[in-house]
T-cell receptor, first 112, second 114 residues
Framework: GESVGLHLPTLSVQEGDNSIINCAYS??????FIWYKQESGKGPQFIID?????DKRQGQRVTVLLNKTVKHLSLQIAATQPGDSAVYFC???????????FGSGTRLSIRP | KAGVTQTPRYLIKTRGQQVTLSCSPI?????VSWYQQTPGQGLQFLFE???????NKGNFPGRFSGRQFSNSRSEMNVSTLELGDSALYLC?????????????FGEGSRLTVL
């Protein structure tokens, strides 16, 4: 079946360092790949997305890389801050199927 | 512009009961999706509605149902509740699911089944 998985369930990073969160996906038909951030007690919040015909996209302090050859997606957060502490989900949008599939999430914690 | 509103935020039910959860999408958004989130799990897709029509559904039993009204507001219903139905139920809206896939989530309805 369709699935989006994450390599690591938790990630601890020193404040100020860069964070890299990885994700594997299985559906080659996905049109977009998206990263969401979920803080405690809140719903997920959109961070950045990337179209399937791109391999890199940059936002403010975040970069998403897509490797379709190995079906791998990553989120890089530059200069990680305490406010980045959250669970991060990757997701894939299969627009022809009209649904978005989420991964199981990675918890990012920041060490002072 | 107001965000996605879900009610109730918290509720407790007992096994065998049924529950109805409500979601008001962002004004102008016509697509509403529902997800179930359990501790330690990701978000499991329940179903998606667009213009009052269910366009897709996930792998959940028939006890889980939903609908969308003409004003795009949506409800989901779970009948004959089981302990395993305890979860955070998240609603998300978007203008059209044929776009990039950016969903706007509400804060969820936390259901506890005793």
């Amino acid at each position: 079946g369709e699935s989006v998985g994450l390599h690591l369930p938790t990630l601890s990073v020193q404040e100020g360092d860069n964070s890299i969160i990885n994700c594997a996906y299985s559906n080659s038909a996905s049109d977009y790949f998206i990263w969401y951030k979920q803080e405690s007690g809140k719903g997920p919040q959109f961070i950045i997305d990337i179209r399937s015909n791109m391999d890199k996209r940059q936002g403010q302090r975040v970069t998403v890389l897509l490797n379709k050859t190995v079906k791998h997606l990553s989120l890089q957060i530059a200069a990680t801050q305490p406010g980045d502490s959250a669970v991060y989900f990757c997701a894939e949008n299969v627009s022809s199927a009209s649904k978005i599939i989420f991964g199981s999430g990675t918890r990012l914690s920041i060490r002072p | 512009k107001a965000g996605v509103t879900q009610t109730p935020r918290y509720l407790i039910k007992t096994r065998g009961q049924q529950v109805t959860l409500s979601c008001s999408p962002i004004s102008g958004h016509r697509s509403v999706s529902w997800y179930q989130q359990t501790p330690g799990q990701g978000l499991q897709f329940l179903f998606e509605y667009f213009s009052e029509t269910q366009r897709n559904k996930g792998n959940f039993p028939g006890r889980f149902s939903g609908r969308q009204f003409s004003n795009s507001r949506s409800e989901m219903n779970v009948s004959t509740l089981e302990l395993g139905d305890s979860a955070l139920y998240l609603c998300a809206s978007s203008q059209d699911r044929g776009s990039t896939g950016e969903l706007f989530f509400g804060e969820g309805s936390r259901l506890t089944v005793l």
